[in-house]
């Protein structure tokens, strides 16, 4: 074709793909979307199709790109390019407060410290590289120093943007985050796998966690995964970089990458406690799994002057919540059906609290793991919810445990048609053979 041709080809598909980012910014980043899901959907398919016509014209940062390669044979390992250190804990308001202590000690301040607040998402925490404003490279946190390169699978992320907004950005650039799985998504997929005969996850994290080291791309891909950004790694000394953590945040913001709203600056101890107080009440409505909250030091000079100690900043806490827990009795283990014919044992439970939700009914996932926990009816166990959507059995208080405590068998008949129920030798998975 000829060059006049090409050259309004580029410019269709220039224009295309500013409106898709643009779109992807606003819905993932703003939570406010201009177009509708089938307005977005033509842009999508215009972009697909002049790419499909002009496959010379394709870049590794279009909008098109995140659906995912071929299987890798393996994860390639990462060297951060700054260690991804770990977080001190606390777990009362006493170690909060000896830790805002010792913060003002070492800054010699006798008022109150401007904290920034956030959310501890409970997800996998991960590394990402931008050069010139280009993703080029993602990798889990790992062990601090390296992790596993993940890059592939993080480009399927549509929260996660390839290629940064117009900005005073530096040239290299690394951003950590959080990829996380939203309730609604954790509860849709885990309904899907389940009706399919496949394994649930436990919970959002190991959704997560299991989703994002898929081999496969394509598989994360279809995995409803999302991503906020909370901090600079490589690259936060810019001097172009505004000189609070609260404002560097909103830098990224701007920069197209998605920051939890909830984020907060805090004055003292006082507005510390409060913050962790509101969020622990509204953390059963949250649309996401927290396990805690995170304070760190606002300002990114005395962020350097306390440094660090071990492998943990002074500068920054994570305040856990304590694992939401209750104790109750098992009634009866039941089992359910799925559509493909799986089997899968359920404990009957005598209704608890549990994490401001009413558990009757506990999942035991397959009978492997009904062994493992060795769950059998008239046990007294603990059930745990600690933020999870999803409810599960601990553990057996073994020392409770009535002589008249029943041993539960796999049914050899299907509890629903009377068909015969059968496990294949090595499968976790027992089978209704009607389905």
Not at 42 to 60: D, G, K, S
Not at 290 to 304: F, H, L, N
Not at 315 to 333: C, G, N, Q
Not at 361 to 372: G, K, M
């Amino acid at each position: 074709m000829s060059v006049p041709e090409r050259a309004q080809a580029q410019a269709e598909i220039d224009r295309l793909r500013v409106a898709i980012r643009h779109h992807d910014y606003c819905y993932y980043v703003l939570d406010a979307p201009e177009i509708s899901d089938a307005e977005y959907d033509i842009l999508m398919r215009e972009l697909q199709a002049l790419e499909a016509n002009w496959p010379v014209l394709i870049t590794p940062d279009s909008p098109t790109q995140r659906v995912g390669g071929a299987p890798s044979p393996a994860f390639g390992s990462v060297t951060h390019p700054e260690p991804m250190l770990s977080l001190d804990n606390a777990f009362s308001a006493a170690e909060m407060e000896a830790f805002d202590r010792r913060v003002r000690e070492r800054l010699g301040v006798d008022g109150p410290v401007t904290y920034c607040a956030e959310p501890k998402l409970d997800g996998l925490a991960v590394s990402l590289l931008y050069e010139e404003g280009r993703l080029v490279r993602g990798a889990t946190r790992g062990d601090g120093v390296s992790g596993e390169d993940v890059t592939a699978n993080l480009r399927t992320l549509p929260s996660l943007p390839l290629r940064l907004a117009v900005g005073d950005w530096p040239a290299f650039l690394e951003v950590r985050g959080e990829v996380y799985m939203p309730r609604a998504g954790f509860l849709a997929m885990n309904q899907r796998l389940q009706e399919a005969g496949e394994r649930v996850f436990a919970n959002p994290r190991n959704a997560a966690a299991g989703s994002l080291r898929q081999l496969d791309a394509r598989v994360t891909a279809r995995r409803p995964l999302r991503w906020f950004a909370y901090g600079l790694g490589a690259g936060g000394n810019d001097p172009a970089l505004p000189d609070t953590h609260f404002e560097r945040l909103g830098r990224l913001r701007g920069w197209g990458l998605p920051v939890c709203p909830l984020n907060r600056r805090v004055s003292g101890v006082a507005g510390l406690l409060a913050y962790h107080g509101e969020m622990q009440a509204r953390r059963a409505e949250l649309p996401f799994e927290i396990d805690g909250v995170v304070y760190k030091v606002d300002a990114v000079a005395s962020q350097q002057r306390l440094g660090f100690v071990s492998r943990a900043p002074r500068w920054a806490l994570a305040h856990k919540y304590a694992a939401e827990e209750a104790v109750t009795r098992v009634l009866a283990v039941a089992f359910q059906v799925g559509r493909t014919g799986a089997v899968t044992p359920v404990a009957r439970l005598a209704p608890v609290a549990v994490g401001g939700v009413i558990v009757s009914n506990v999942s035991l996932h397959n009978f492997d793991e009904l062994r493992r926990k060795d769950v059998r009816i008239g046990d007294t166990v603990i059930v745990r919810r600690a933020g999870d959507v999803i409810p599960e059995v601990v553990r057996v208080v073994i020392e409770e445990r009535p002589d008249d405590a029943v041993e539960v068998a796999l049914p050899t008949q299907c509890p629903e048609c009377g068909a015969a129920v059968v496990r294949p030798e090595g499968e976790a998975i027992a089978l209704s053979l009607i389905h």
